[in-house]
């Protein structure tokens, strides 16, 4: 087994501190009667949206998936 697998590091992992921490900072900080900030709050979107270009090729393999089962 890797040693990474048991101590995950490098630069996802240290973003991952420090969004955890914001998380912290901002539920000791936020207003009564307000919900709880978690994680996914904090996370940005890894994954870019789709561009238009990778909607069209999408759409023409499933056009194309369609047509192989008859």
């Excluded at 270009?53 to 369609?66: D, G, M, N, P, S």
């Amino acid at each position: 087994m890797d040693y990474w697998q048991l101590e995950p590091f490098g630069p996802a992992r240290e973003d991952a501190r420090a969004y955890i921490t914001a998380a912290a900072l901002a539920n000791l900080h936020r207003s009564e009667g307000t919900r709880p900030i978690n994680l996914d709050d904090m996370l940005p979107a890894w994954t870019p949206p789709p561009t238009p270009e990778a909607e069209k090729v999408l759409a023409r393999l499933r056009r194309l998936q369609a047509a192989m089962k008859g």
